[in-house]
Each structure stands twice: as C-alpha cells, then as structure tokens.
C-alpha cells in the first residue's frame, strides 16, 4: 500500500512540473510577441537578451521623450540632460537646441522662434560634416513655434558621433 501512496504522490509531482513547464512556455511565448522584432524559432536565451535589449531601448526613448517635453514645454534643463540654450535666454522666442546621445542614435531638438532665422539645412550639413546620416525627421508648428527632431546615426558605428563636437557647432550655428 505503500508503494501506490508513493507512485500516485510521483505522479502529483510530475503532472504539476510538466504544468509548471506549460505555463512557463506560454510566458516566454507572449514575452516573443511582445518583442519588435517578428516571432522566429529563438532559443530561450536569445529571448532573454532580445527582451533585455528591447526593455533598456524603452527606457532611454522614455528618458529622451521627457528631455524633448521639457524643451518643448521651455522648462529648460537640468544637469542630467545634455541640453544647451543660447545666450538669449531671457527672450521667450529665442531658439533652444537640445542634443542627445542614445547609444547609436543622435537625437537634435529645436524649439526656434518665427522671429529668429532658422535654416534647417545648415544643422543637416554639420551633422553630415560630422559623419552622421540623417535617419528621420520631424517638425511641427505651434503658434509662432517651429520644434524641429532630428534623429542621426553614424556614417560608421565603429567611429561614431563626437557629440560634444556637433554640439558646439550646432550652439555657434544658432547664436
């Protein structure tokens, strides 16, 4: 008698490991879809390393969506950001710049005034000077605001962007 107590408490066991073992694959199942990237057979650490990857770019977009609401709300910035005003700060239409690096991605804001000569070719110009290839970019109109995004990436990832360089220029572009 006591050997059927111990099989049927073996067979307890195994039904709820293969549920455990169930379960967990249907999590990792909706963990892949959730991933940008299309639904492939992946082994379980590739998945991993995709959600860890994908969770941190989520991050720094969440961190750069906050820089680019503070600028465009003309709140300016604190110590954490990498943004610049100009020198004509007390002037509420005067041009603000804003430049981020996101790992690979470069990402320029300007907030310009209708009062202030803008030329939105001459920021594309020093970013190509600078070995960086214009990858999207957006504008939009606010009463007499323009804000400008523009996102770059190096020509060559192993050489990269001097952001501190594109900066400064884009700062004596906008004096």
Request: charged share 30%.
């Amino acid at each position: 008698m006591t050997r059927r107590g111990r099989s049927s408490s073996g067979v307890d066991r195994n039904a709820l490991e293969r549920d455990r073992r169930q379960h967990t694959k249907e999590l990792f199942s909706r963990l892949g879809f959730l991933l940008p990237t299309p639904l492939s057979q992946r082994s379980l650490p590739e998945l991993l390393d995709q959600a860890t990857t994908h969770v941190k770019q989520l991050e720094q977009r969440v961190e750069m969506l906050k820089q680019k609401k503070q600028l465009l709300e003309g709140s300016g910035t604190d110590d954490r950001t990498t943004g610049i005003r100009d020198h004509m700060m007390s002037d509420a239409r005067s041009t603000v710049l804003t430049v981020s690096d996101l790992d690979s991605i470069l990402e320029v804001c300007v907030k310009s005034g209708s009062n202030k000569k803008f030329m939105l070719h001459q920021v594309i110009q020093v970013l190509v000077e600078e070995a960086a290839q214009v990858v999207a970019l957006s504008y939009s109109n606010v009463g007499d605001r323009i804000f400008y995004t523009i996102k770059a990436e190096a020509v060559s990832p192993r050489i990269g962007i001097e952001t501190s360089r594109v900066r400064e220029r884009l700062k004596e572009l906008m004096l």
